[in-house]
């Protein structure tokens, strides 16, 4: 009897196992749940997604290039890089392999190779207006001031009614410290059709009214920027430096966490949280950040460790 209890049960147990056996999952079906993922700004998730589809194909340049764009996102440019060489290695002539190494090289501070891959971009697909942008930033940021006003010039007299553009001429004249115009040109820019750069136009906005002292201004254009991409570190840690300004050390705080939370490698988010917590005197959380923050290069985080913090000082990367 307990010989046929023991048969019964091995039976039962193996057709169990046949009605929940499952087919595999398609790499398409992966892929789609990868995007998804990187949709919803869980780049981890999607890394993985990513990850499963290369081990089974090494050959799926696809998959390079959307991992490669995952890494880009989570600030892990050298793992970028390498995937997005990978692409055009399978792929020569693949568009978006060389926008995305493009914007690598730019993330880098490599501008001279920057540059090439953009144009390459642009060759392909003449309407790429991001690969645009990259262009005129590359062109800027390697010493070529007067050559970048120029081209987005001539692009705006050919076009007037491109909003990326006046987007582009606002980035501009931030950096050469023309506020007023910068705030023209932005509002140029909302007054056409934004498309996806609305997000980018309402932050740097924000960040000009931030550098001008006008926090009421800074924090409404930056409500709006986090409204549009809540999952932007860039947008949190300048509404953390408005609500530091204005002394709301609480919801700086708040902000400043999750700008770290999103974007781990942000030695100034660190350094910001930490004097945050200096102010609320909570030395043993503001010595925490200064730390990460130091670890990662910045030199006033050391400083206020050495000043204000018990034990060594770590090493600076």
């Not at 290369?54 to 890089?81: G, T």
């Not at 910068?182 to 498309?195: I, Q, R, V, W």
Request: aromatic share 10%; glycine share 6%.
């Amino acid at each position: 009897m307990r010989m046929r209890l023991l048969i019964l049960t091995f039976l039962v147990s193996a057709g169990l196992s046949q009605i929940v056996a499952q087919s595999p999952v398609s790499p398409d079906s992966i892929m789609a749940d990868g995007k998804r993922k990187m949709s919803e700004k869980d780049f981890i998730g999607a890394i993985r997604d990513f990850n499963r589809i290369i081990r089974s194909n090494p050959n799926q340049v696809e998959a390079f290039v959307a991992r490669a764009q995952a890494k880009f996102n989570m600030s892990e440019y050298d793992a970028a890089l390498l995937d997005a060489q990978k692409s055009i290695e399978l792929k020569p002539n693949l568009e978006a392999a060389h926008f995305i190494l493009g914007e690598v090289y730019l993330a880098q501070q490599k501008y001279t190779d920057a540059l090439p891959e953009f144009d390459k971009t642009l060759e392909i697909n003449p309407n790429n207006d991001e690969a645009f942008r990259g262009k005129i930033f590359s062109i800027y940021y390697s010493g070529k001031e007067k050559e970048a006003f120029e081209l987005i010039e001539t692009a705006i007299s050919k076009d007037s009614q491109k909003s990326i553009y006046y987007y582009i001429k606002g980035i501009l004249n931030i950096n050469k410290g023309k506020y007023s115009r910068a705030l023209e040109n932005f509002d140029k820019a909302l007054t056409l059709n934004a498309g996806k750069n609305e997000f980018n136009i309402y932050l740097n906005r924000g960040i000009v009214y931030l550098e001008l002292e006008d926090n009421e201004a800074g924090l409404r254009n930056l409500d709006k920027a986090i409204e549009l991409a809540p999952g932007n570190a860039s947008a949190y840690h300048s509404r953390g430096r408005i609500y530091y300004a204005n002394k709301q050390y609480a919801e700086a705080v708040k902000d400043f966490s999750r700008s770290v939370e999103i974007n781990p490698n942000n030695d100034a988010a660190y350094y910001n949280l930490g004097m945050t917590y200096f102010r609320l005197e909570d030395s043993k959380n503001a010595c925490e950040n200064f730390h990460k923050s130091c670890s990662l290069g910045n030199k006033n985080a050391c400083k206020m460790i050495i000043m204000n913090c018990t034990g060594a000082t770590p090493q600076v990367k």
